[in-house]
């Protein structure tokens, strides 16, 4: 197995970077690298540029309109626009429906849907959880009914990530319930400005209105939306939920935190010393850089595997875990650097017409609200104590 790059992936890795270098709006950029909240317009602008290049889907297929690329390709991609400071795709269209229409959907649905995920031109959400079905999916109670040729689908969802801008939502629906819990969902495509479809913000302990409650109120859906067979949605929501770990581990995003955070403890004094030098946080440092290179090799272990068609097993679950274990220490690290600069004075929290001073480093602006928002990222995507039953059931055999 060899997991050192070729000459030629190599040359694929500058021509990204070049390409980012000369394309990456700056006022984008100072977004991303600031840790500052990104609006939908700045991510439909990024992706219709990556479209006009022909990278707008890094991972679909050539015969979908995909550059066609390999894993390690893509992977470099991945790498290189964390590094570079562009935007991370909302996965909801691009890495999680599509490839699930791909697969399992019919022609129909595929002609409709995916030149328009791809262009940018289709804004998805999904439609997983609910209040009594997060960690344990197959509790999901949100009802399909078939009358004619429409379902007719009430019930709630919540959680639903960027949902305020979504046109189209991907939904788990019981259609049985006279079977096991697991046997009785279906996978539905409800079109957003559906009547009967209402959503309510919910308003994260950071400020940010970033997740949503969905409710159905006898919203009519046509049973052409019906991805694959009825009943047999679980099949189709553990395919989409292999592509959501896989993305979570982030490594090219903890790259990028981590040299930030080595750069603000390089500015943060301590006992007449840059932080950087304090023997305790820089073990601290060191402890998630380790980890870090650790998860990037586990990484490259999964995309040779996949080069040899040998379909990755539990190895999405340590990614998720691992990696959402680091990106919450790196934040944690960044706010302990800052200390009470971590609560600034933002002028964009003030009163319209406030022209005085900000407190603190402009890098500190928005590590406490980033802090409070990582905390997310063990919980959501199958919560990491669900993972950890993954693998003790397909490693250890327990």
């Known amino acids: 197995m060899d997991l050192n790059f070729s000459n030629d992936e190599q040359a694929f890795r500058q021509l990204v970077r070049n390409f980012i270098v000369h394309n990456l709006p700056d006022d984008i950029r100072h977004k991303v690298t600031r840790g500052l909240s990104l609006g939908r317009d700045d991510y439909l602008r990024w992706q219709h540029i990556l479209h006009a290049q022909g990278w707008g889907a890094p991972s679909w297929p050539a015969a979908f309109g995909g550059p066609g690329w390999s894993a390690t390709q893509q992977y470099i991609f991945d790498e290189e ?4 400071g562009a935007p991370r795709a909302v996965p909801f269209g691009l890495k ?6 791909m697969q399992f959907g019919s022609p129909e649905q ?4 995916l030149p328009k995920i791809l262009a940018g031109e289709e804004w998805w959400c999904q439609g997983y959880s609910e209040p009594g079905a997060g960690s344990d999916l197959a509790s999901v109670k949100t009802r399909a009914i078939q009358d004619g040729d429409d379902y007719i689908v ?7 990530t960027l949902g305020q801008y979504a046109q189209w939502i991907f939904c788990l629906v019981r259609t049985d319930t006279e079977v096991k819990p697991q046997r009785g969902i279906s996978f539905l495509l409800i079109d957003m400005a559906s009547p009967g479809i209402t959503v309510r913000p919910i308003i994260t302990m950071d400020g940010a209105h970033e997740v949503n409650e969905v409710w159905f109120d006898n919203v009519r859906v046509p049973v052409s939306n019906l991805v694959g067979t009825e009943n047999q949605g679980w099949t189709y929501a553990k395919f989409l939920l292999g592509h959501e770990r896989t993305n979570i581990a982030g490594i090219g995003i903890g790259k990028r935190e981590l040299a930030r955070l080595k750069r603000v403890a390089a500015q943060q004094i ?4 840059p932080l950087l030098q304090d023997p305790l946080f820089a073990a601290r440092i060191a402890q998630i850089e380790i980890d870090l290179m650790a998860l990037e090799i586990t990484n490259l272990r999964v995309l040779a595997a996949e080069a040899e068609r040998r379909t990755p097993g539990p190895e999405a679950s340590i990614l998720k875990i691992k990696g959402t274990e680091i990106q919450q220490a790196i934040t944690e690290l960044l706010v302990q650097a800052v200390g009470p600069y971590a609560l600034p004075l933002r002028r964009d929290a003030m009163a319209e017409g406030y022209d005085g001073e900000q407190v603190g480093p402009d890098d500190a602006t928005a590590l406490a609200a980033g802090y409070l928002n990582m905390r997310k990222l063990s919980i959501y995507g199958g919560s990491n104590e669900i993972q950890k039953n993954i693998i003790a059931q397909m490693i250890l055999g327990l």
């Open 81 to 84: 626009s964390a590094a570079g």
């Open 96 to 101: 999680m429906v599509a490839p699930v229409l």
């Open 110 to 113: 595929q002609q409709r849907h």
């Open 154 to 160: 009430n019930g709630q969802k919540t959680w639903t």
């Open 270 to 273: 301590k006992h007449g010393k």
